[in-house]
């Protein structure tokens, strides 16, 4: 049986020791201007501090269940992929559109999750990284506050490749089914986002099987993205 280190999170920390420097993830929010760009390193980075922040602070446990709310408006930012792997490296499911969720994980409108039951952490998604101007009302919790302090580093536990990891209407997925089927080509790939599931297998799941990368754009300019595949340098 195949354990979750030797699943995504194996592949991101070998994508760190072979590519660390290379970028993983280039994030383009067309309507803000918005270009982030993140190597491996700085990427592991994030997601291990993300995972210190859910099993130190929120005292989540494996097999909980993470309702991430971030995926639906915003299916491609990176903050979103950052709170998709920090969950399955602690063996947490992630889910979208299910009940049941120890913690949900919401972007800058908090203001549906703020009579919610379970716990809530607000992503102010700012370009430079900031939190919110106007801190959300307690107990919600202002992500970018929170993850800063915790620690550069991550023990990871072993999981079994049969716990659940994603849960929508449509999928339901363990940890083996995550990387299934993704072979292929080392392409630097350009995603547009869609549905949540789609937009996280491409964007991060392909890369970390495939060695390549990705170019997230989020916004309707089709005029944006011929100059953004020549600029990125997009395989065809």
Request: net charge negative.
């Amino acid at each position: 049986m195949r354990s979750v280190s030797e699943l995504v999170t194996e592949r991101l920390r070998r994508r760190v020791r072979t590519q660390g420097p290379e970028p993983l993830v280039t994030y383009y929010d067309l309507s803000s201007g918005e270009r982030t760009e993140l190597s491996a390193t700085t990427f592991a980075n994030w997601v291990d501090k993300t995972s210190n922040l859910l099993v130190d602070e929120l005292m989540l446990e494996p097999d909980d269940r993470v309702e991430l709310a971030l995926a639906g408006p915003h299916p491609g930012h990176w903050v979103t992929l950052v709170w998709a792997a920090a969950c399955w490296q602690v063996g947490l499911a992630v889910s979208h559109g299910r009940a049941g969720a120890r913690l949900i994980v919401c972007g800058p409108d908090w203001t549906p999750y703020a009579d919610a039951a379970p716990d809530v952490v607000a992503c102010s998604l700012h370009p430079l990284g900031l939190g919110f101007g106007v801190p959300p009302p307690a107990p919600i919790l202002d992500y970018t506050l929170e993850v800063r302090g915790q620690p550069d580093q991550y023990a990871a536990t072993p999981r079994s490749g049969l716990a659940l990891a994603w849960d929508d209407p449509i999928h339901r997925l363990t940890q083996a089914d995550l990387l299934a089927g993704l072979e292929g080509p080392a392409l630097r790939r350009l995603v547009s986002g869609t549905d949540p599931w789609t937009t996280l297998r491409e964007a991060l799941l392909r890369p970390l099987v495939t060695g390549g990368s990705a170019v997230v754009v989020a916004g309707d300019d089709p005029d944006a993205l011929p100059r953004i595949c020549s600029q990125e340098r997009v395989d065809p």
